[in-house]
């Protein structure tokens, strides 16, 4: 099984980096097929240098000396110093495998409703309480399925994944990823 994309944005990357975050929620859909075991590597969102801000994502990380500053290592503070410096904050589905820096393992999956979330796994994925995730979910899943603004989909309360996983902090080479597959 070869290692797929999780994009993964803030708040939640914040707490994944900070190590308070293991389990996330998400849609059914392009998860649903996921096993225990499994791997995911993390998309997350990054800045290119200024220089480099013209170039698509991919080309960029084939440019020599072109690297890509992860938001979630640095504070509002630093950005308003170094920021000038920098491009327009890329997407983290925008991240090229080349730059990825860690892997999740998944431990479980369980599908339940979504008002059966336990808020504590809302709280150490880096939101404040429920609202803030009710907010974001709704944001999120509404971009995916392209429905209108007003719609409110946290209220429909949808099936979806809880995956628990083991964070990985730094990206497998790939003849380790490969043998792990093999076995």
């Not at 993390?42 to 992860?70: D, I, M, S, W």
Request: glycine share 4%; aromatic share 8%; hydrophobic share 45%.
């Amino acid at each position: 099984m070869t290692p797929r994309p999780i994009s993964i944005r803030r708040p939640e990357i914040d707490a994944l980096v900070a190590g308070t975050m293991s389990v996330m929620i998400r849609p059914i859909g392009k998860l649903a097929d996921m096993a225990v075991g499994a791997l995911l590597w993390v998309r997350e969102p990054f800045y290119l240098p200024k220089r480099f801000a013209h170039l698509r994502p991919t080309a960029a990380a084939e440019t020599p000396g072109c690297a890509p500053v992860f938001a979630a290592d640095h504070s509002p503070a630093w950005f308003s110093v170094h920021g000038p410096g920098l491009g327009a904050r890329r997407y983290a589905r925008e991240l090229p495998k080349a730059w990825h820096r860690q892997h999740l393992r998944i431990r479980s999956i369980e599908l339940l409703p979504l008002h059966d979330v336990a808020e504590v796994d809302m709280v150490e994925a880096g939101f404040k309480d429920r609202e803030l995730f009710r907010i974001r979910w709704d944001e999120e899943v509404r971009y995916a399925i392209g429905v209108p603004d007003k719609a409110n989909l946290f209220r429909a309360n949808p099936e979806v994944l809880r995956i628990a996983f083991d964070r990985i902090d730094a990206p497998l080479p790939a003849a380790s990823t490969k043998k792990r597959e093999e076995a």
